[in-house]
Each structure stands twice: as C-alpha cells, then as structure tokens.
C-alpha cells in the first residue's frame, strides 16, 4: 500500500526511518511502496532490484510477495532476502519473520470485552490467510475473557483487501447501524470504522498504529508494530556475518508487537487489569492460544486440556478457520447500482416503434382490404405483404433494445434486425427482378410463364444465408451481457451492455456486407427497370427505399459504433430502426394508396408497372405488340 496509508505500510516505513536513525547513517536505504502482492507483478520488480546490485538486503512486506522473492534468493545468493509474515523456508540467504501481533490482538480484545456493556462486537477483516485468522481469533478470546456474555455477539465480516476505504466504511455501516454492534474493531489499514463508530458515539479498538492519535479517545486501545527492532536484529546479523536461514516469530518481550497508550476513557481499574495480562505474556506465563477453546483447531488425540496449545506451525500455517462461536458474515461488497436508460427516453422510443407498428398494420389492412386493385394486386400482394411483416420484425427490435440486456437479447436483437430487414427487402428485389424479367422476355419476343413460388424460393434462399451467418454468431463466439464501469458513472454504478467478442463482430460484418450485397443488387434491378411505364413505375420509390436503407447503413451504424454516450446510442439505434423501416416502406405503399385512394387505379393497365408485358400476381404473361 501507499506509505501514508497510516496503516500497515505507514508503520513499515516508520520502522525503517527508525533503523536507519539507530544505525547512524551506516544503512541506506529506499521504498518501493504500492507494489501488487502477486507473484507476476512482484517477481520483475524483486529480480530487477537483485540485478542492479545496489542493494545488500531486499525486505518484501506482504504475505503474497514469499513466492517470488524465495525464487529470486534461490538465484542471487550473495543478497540477503528478509520476508515479513511468511513462513516458507529458503536458502541460507533468506529468512522469514513476523512478530506475534496476536498477543496485542488479545489484549485489545480484553479492553473491548469489559467496555462493552451492552451490543455486540465487531470487526472488519481483511486477507483470508492465517495471519489474519490469528489476529481475529485471539481478539475473539480476549472479549470472551473479559465478558462470558459476549461469548455468542462478536461479528466479522470480511474486505479481501488490505486498503478499501471505501469498502471498510460501508461494512463498519452495517455492523453498527444494522447488526447492533456497540464495539468496532478491524484488521484492515484505514480508520474509517474508528472514525464511523466516533462520530455514532460508540468505543472502537486500532490497529497497525495508535489510532487514538489519527481519531479521538474513543479508540479505547490498539495493537500496533515497531518494526524497527525487527529490522535492526536482521541488519545486525547481515552486518556481522551471522545471518542463517531462520523463520522467526517475535512476541512482546521483543518491543516488536506493542499494545498502545490507553484512552482515558478506559478505566484505571481495566487498565491494570490488562496490564497484568500483558506482563503474563512478556514473561511467558500466559499463552493465547491453549486451553480448551482451541478445540476447534486442535489436531491432537481427544479434547485439549487446560495445558494443551496450538504448535507454532499450527498457527503460522494451518490456522485458516474463526472459531465456530464467532458470527462470521463473509464477504459483504458494497452494492453495485445498476444504472438504466431514463424512463422517458425509453418511453418515448417505445411509443414512437408502437405508433410505427400500428402505420404498418395500418397498411396491412389496406393493402388486404384493396388486394384486388391494380395497384395492389399486379404489385405482388403475397410479396407485398411479406414486405409489411418484414417491417413489423425490424421495429419491434426497438422493444429488445429498451430492456436490460441479457444474453438472450444480445443475441436476439441481432437475429430480429437481420432476418426482418432480409423479409422486408427481398420480396421488394424479387417482385421487381420479375419485372426486369419480363421486360427481358418481352423485349425478345419470348414468352415464358414465371411463378410466385419460383420468387418465394430466391426470397428463402436469402434467408437461409442469413440463418447461416447467424448460426456461425450464434455458436462461434456469442455475445453475452456484461456489466460497464464508465468513468461518466458513480463508483460503485454499472451499466449492462451487450458485448459482441471477436468472432461475433467478425459475424455482424459479414452480415452487414450481406444486406450491402443486397441493396446493391436493389441498385441493379431498380436500373434496369427505369424505362418501364411512368403510370404507375416503382422503380423512383424503391431507389428512395434504397437510399434510405443505405443511409440507416453506412451512417447510423458506423456513428453508433463510434459514441460514447449509451444513451445516445440507445436513441439512434431506435429512430434509425423505427423511423427509417418505416420511411422505407411508407415510399413504396403511399403512392399505391394514393393512386387507389383518388380513383386513379382504374387508369393503370393490366401491366401498370411495364409496358412491354401485362402481368399478374401469379407471373403470367401477355405480350403485346
């Protein structure tokens, strides 16, 4: 952690300015602080310092560094490799130690049993390891010792994590003004439950530092280090050439592990009380962990006895449980917000896709109602139709899109655009590609009867490319709903958003070239057909369709691809789906409903969208000379 923390790190690097004072200049020395506790991140920066060949000592403060220095010790013998609150044995040249914390641990836990009258007990615990286990393990004994009653109301609830202000405050919240603790204590290095628990008028206990000092008197007492002596005695030792491997555990008779001044609000008699106890534990009469409540942890034959206590090796590394008395809460986060589009907006974009929706059915009826006109039925109704479903498909994935994404809507919005916009268009190219067709056969003097079902199957064949592509979607690599920390958000606020991997992506590319593909050959036939007669000739309305379609592709989608603000997304991604379908198919139909509306459908001819061909809705053809 950062060297301010006023916590553990704060009190490493007090214990190294201490050394450096006690050895009148002849130790030099520099910190590297914040650095990851992981293997991966710790072993480059330990190797790194070994090889510059600056350094006699290198110290690693944190448990989760032993791994990677232990290695690199192995490999640069002529360093020596000091590891604080490890256990793993090494070469000569490497030495772990650690200082009996749990003993102070214990005597904050006495303080806190007989100040505490009424309530519970709690505290915040940091790293699941044995270290921390201990600590709050023998604070737990301490509170039972004072108070018997207590025995069933100490509560822990768990950080995993050394520093989180943020996390410790929330927690120290919860125990106090929801779990009914009237005493809080913590392993973890901030004082934010002290300072929570002063300012709700409640006693509190430190830890790492004097707290007393950083919050008020309402720190009762706290466990703290000197970790200057404990530098001091490996210094000493690699100075004078005596260093050897050991794993050393340093108690109070060291001056490492320190109980702290005791707040005034703790009365003389409790004071003595403690120190009596801790003069126990100096001179060896006293040891935390023996007697019958460490059943729990006992490995040897039958139930302990009042003379029976855990092995050293049992508390440095098996010791990975809290007594079964204690209420354990876990791993309590602090709740994540999920962070939505504003109800308005989505409002607004669902009753736009519905006023759509009601245009196309709308349509339907009419072009149902008037399928026996010409402009209607030598249209194509069935494609016609066809068409209209297409259109419905497409705005109602306005509707997928105002939801919380899931991965089924991830996928599904991607499914609905694609096949709706292929039912929308397609019948509009084959209908047209007939006439094309037509004209061809006419322009030759040939005649040749060309059925519906021969378009229906260009119209599935497209289709099934659809499928395909999105089947390869589907199962390749598929999208899935995932939560989005913005820096435009709270820190503890989310959004869901669909996110589309690597192969997926590649799919909705290929997709959109498909549509392209398909809107130019729209390009082609609607060429092709220009010169068919002017009365009623679609070829105008479906270049507007084209053009539109074009633009919902290669303007609205790059742009969305490229913001950065959900909501705006969001909007364009419904208006481009709702308003522009919609503005495609509404070219094509609106003149027929004019044309039919106005009593002007009498006028068109048998052909009213060729002249070189009469045709109807089952691909007959006359030709007329």
Not at 134 to 145: L, T
Request: hydrophobic share 45%; charged share 20%; proline share 4%.
């Amino acid at each position: 952690g950062p060297l301010n923390d006023l916590g553990w790190s704060y009190q490493h690097n007090q214990g190294r300015v201490q050394m450096e004072i006690d050895f009148e200049g002849e130790v030099q020395t520099e910190p590297y602080p914040s650095v990851e506790d992981t293997y991966e991140a710790s072993l480059p920066l330990f190797t790194d310092l070994a090889e510059n060949g600056n350094y006699d000592m290198i110290v690693g403060t944190t448990f989760g560094y032993q791994w990677a220095m232990v290695d690199v010790a192995t490999e640069y013998k002529n360093i020596y490799f000091l590891h604080i609150s490890g256990y793993i044995p090494g070469p000569n040249n490497w030495a772990t130690a650690f200082g009996r914390i749990y003993q102070a641990r214990y005597l904050t836990g006495l303080v806190a049993g007989y100040m505490t009258d009424s309530g519970r007990v709690g505290s915040i615990l940091a790293i699941p390891i044995p270290e921390v286990y201990r600590g709050a393990n023998a604070m737990y004994k301490g509170v039972i010792d004072a108070n018997d009653d207590l025995k069933k109301k100490v509560t822990m609830s768990w950080t995993y994590e050394w520093v989180n202000h943020d996390l410790e405050l929330y927690q120290a919240d919860l125990h106090m003004n929801q779990w009914g603790v009237k005493m809080m204590t913590q392993d973890t290095d901030t004082f934010e439950p002290q300072f929570l628990a002063n300012q709700l008028g409640y006693p509190s206990i430190g830890y790492n530092v004097d707290a007393m000092r950083q919050v008020s008197i309402s720190v009762l007492a706290s466990a703290t280090w000197n970790w200057g002596n404990l530098y001091n005695r490996f210094v000493e030792r690699a100075m004078d050439g005596t260093w050897e491997y050991e794993d050393f555990w340093g108690g109070m008779d060291t001056g490492i592990p320190l109980l702290s001044d005791f707040s005034p609000l703790v009365p003389n008699r409790i004071q003595r009380i403690v120190d009596e106890r801790r003069e126990e534990i100096i001179d060896g009469d006293f040891q935390v962990f023996c007697g019958k409540w460490i059943e729990p942890w006992w490995n040897g034959e039958g139930k302990p006895d009042d003379n029976d206590c855990l092995t050293d090796f049992e508390l440095l590394v098996e010791h990975t449980t809290l007594h079964p008395d204690i209420d354990d809460r876990g791993f309590i986060p602090i709740p994540l917000t999920r962070v939505d589009l504003s109800d308005g907006v989505t409002i607004a974009m669902q009753i736009i896709a519905a006023i759509c929706l009601l245009l196309v059915l709308i349509s339907a009826c009419l072009t149902i109602f008037w399928r026996k006109k010409n402009a209607i039925h030598y249209s194509s109704f069935p494609f016609l139709l066809c068409s209209l479903f297409g259109v419905a498909i497409v705005i109602s994935a306005v509707f997928m899109l105002s939801a919380v994404p899931t991965d089924g809507l991830c996928s599904g919005v991607v499914w609905v655009v694609s096949i709706g916009t292929t039912i929308f268009f397609v019948p509009l190219l084959a209908k047209t590609y007939r006439i094309v067709y037509i004209y061809h056969q006419a322009a030759h003097f040939k005649k040749r009867t060309l059925q519906t079902h021969e378009l229906v199957g260009s119209v599935m064949a497209c289709l099934l490319v659809d499928i395909i592509i999105l089947i390869c979607f589907q199962t390749i690599d598929s999208p899935e709903a995932e939560r989005e920390f913005d820096d435009d958000l709270d820190k503890y606020e989310y959004r869901v958003v669909c996110d589309y991997p690597g192969a997926s992506s590649i799919c909705i590319y290929i997709m959109l070239g498909w549509k392209a593909l398909l809107l130019l050959s729209g390009v082609i036939v609607t060429f092709l057909v220009r010169n068919t007669s002017k009365t009623f000739n679609e070829s105008k309305h479906l270049s507007l369709a084209i053009y539109d379609c074009t633009f919902v592709f290669a303007v609205l989608i790059p742009l969305i691809a490229v913001l950065d603000d959900v909501e705006a997304e969001y909007l364009l991604a419904c208006l481009g789906l709702s308003l522009g379908i919609s503005a495609a198919y509404l070219v094509l139909f609106l003149p027929k409903f004019f044309v039919i509306a106005t009593g002007n459908d009498d006028s068109l001819s048998r052909g009213a969208t060729t002249s070189a061909s009469q045709f109807n809705s089952h691909g007959s053809v006359t030709m007329d000379h």
